[in-house]
């Protein structure tokens, strides 16, 4: 158990809607990351916050959002889905200047 | 974004064999980490090598790096069914945590 959760475990919506992922970091972790993992697009980084900041920006399209609180939980939100959503979503975090990142065990997302 | 690309991409093998998989890489970076992933779940971290090292043990992990070729090689000695999993690299080019991740590795390891 890595210590970082993740809910829903599985989330099966329709295109069009919106969803909320939510992720809870280790204790003591200020930096969250999100990534999405798909068969043909392999593991792609999202974006990464530090602090309540947004600090790097990776493939993350213009419908997706996401914020990280005070209490230092993050949510991704995911709109106008589309069938290409479809994908292992995942939540890490990590100490900063520490290098490993400890990931969630993802949020299934299946768009129908 | 650079990637690493693992080589190569599936590897069967016997309890107690050895394993050896690698990854290369496009631009500089500031480390190289190893993850595994059983189907489906999440990744663990397993090692990371930083851009001024060549070698580094974990337990039964034996990672190396040659920035001057831009690759890596993870080395799993004496294997186990539990060591059956996918196994990532990814990199950190700018030392800002934002990782790179490679295609992957499968390796099953028959008992």
């Known amino acids: 158990d890595s210590g970082v959760t993740q809910t829903p475990k599985h989330l099966i919506t329709a295109t069009g809607q919106r969803v909320t992922l939510r992720c809870s970091p280790r204790s003591g972790d200020l930096s969250v990351y999100w990534y999405q993992q798909s068969l043909d697009q392999g593991l792609q980084f999202l974006i990464q916050?530090?602090?309540?900041?947004?600090?790097a920006k990776g493939n993350i399209l213009e419908r997706f959002s996401a914020q990280q609180f005070p209490d230092l939980h993050s949510e991704l939100n995911l709109s106008s889905l589309e069938l290409g959503d479809s994908a292992l979503y995942f939540c890490?975090?990590?100490?900063?200047?520490?290098?490993?990142?400890?990931f969630g065990p993802g949020t299934r997302l299946l768009v129908l | 974004s650079q990637q690493g690309e693992e080589d190569p991409q599936a590897l069967s093998i016997q309890e107690g064999e050895n394993a050896t998989m690698n990854c290369s890489y496009k631009t500089s970076i500031n480390n190289l980490q190893w993850y595994r992933q059983n189907s489906g779940r999440g990744l663990v971290h397993l090692i990371l090598i930083r851009s001024n090292e060549r070698e580094k043990h974990s337990g039964r992990l034996r990672v190396t790096l040659d920035t001057s070729k831009k690759s890596s090689s993870l080395l799993i000695t004496a294997s186990r069914a539990a060591d059956t999993a996918s196994y990532f690299c990814a990199t950190d080019a700018q030392g800002n945590n934002r990782l790179a991740f490679g295609k992957g590795n499968q390796v099953v390891v028959i008992p």
């Open positions: 916050y530090y602090n309540g900041e947004e600090r």
């Open positions: 890490a975090s990590s100490v900063t200047g520490d290098g490993a990142q400890y």
